[in-house]
């Protein structure tokens, strides 16, 4: 399966703003954007001109390393957005956030969504009570997700439980650490998503 395989730190310096691709890095002194809070390469610290097109760009390309999806899905996603009712932006931006991978970041059990990928990948949970290995899996309204029996003595998910309640975990989720599963009460209105993501500038830039 393709996926990018570079620095993260430079996609946060990429986008100007801390996409917190890094976990706990992030918040530590040294997160490279805390030192150098501009893109990289030799033309850095310049200042390109700020077309309408350059932002509708870089939101997108915010969007995707966000929850780091590649451009064709991306695009596939978008066009599913289309198709369905509601504004195209929000319904986006819900199809992103309903992915598994994102699911188990979400409700505290991996430290970014690239661990949470990781350990989709890997086998360690249960949806429904079927064993689901494809971090781009969307949840469902009333689906119960929980990590397999056989993996719950895993550090990561040792650590998880013990820090419960350290996360804030959004309301249409709920994380039960002691048991360590995440019921999904419903798909997540534009409101309860605190992604920093314009998401009007990705339908106008599709939309030409």
Not at 11 to 30: H, N, T
Not at 53 to 68: F, I, N, P, S
Not at 124 to 139: A, C, E, M, Q, T
Request: proline share 6%; aromatic share 8%; net charge positive.
């Amino acid at each position: 399966m393709a996926r990018y395989t570079g620095a993260d730190c430079r996609r946060c310096r990429r986008e100007k703003m801390k996409l917190f691709l890094k976990g706990s890095k992030c918040d530590g002194p040294k997160c490279p954007f805390e030192s150098r809070p501009f893109p990289p390469g030799q033309h850095g610290r310049g200042r390109p001109k700020e077309t309408e097109y350059l932002l509708q760009l870089r939101e997108k390309q915010k969007a995707r390393r966000v929850y780091g999806v590649l451009e064709k899905q991306f695009q596939r996603y978008y066009d599913e957005a289309v198709r369905k009712p509601g504004k195209t932006g929000e319904v986006l931006l819900q199809i992103l956030e309903s992915r598994l991978d994102n699911v188990v970041y979400r409700a505290g059990y991996a430290k970014s969504r690239d661990m949470g990928r990781q350990l989709v990948k890997h086998g360690h949970f249960l949806v429904n009570g079927k064993k689901v290995d494809i971090p781009s899996y969307r949840v469902t309204e009333h689906d119960v997700v929980e990590v397999r029996e056989k993996s719950r003595e895993l550090t990561p998910f040792i650590v998880a439980a013990g820090e419960a309640g350290s996360k804030v975990v959004p309301a249409w989720l709920e994380a039960i650490p002691s048991q360590l599963k995440i019921l999904v009460h419903s798909l997540p209105a534009r409101q309860v998503i605190d992604t920093q993501v314009q998401e009007q500038l990705i339908v106008e830039l599709y939309s030409k």
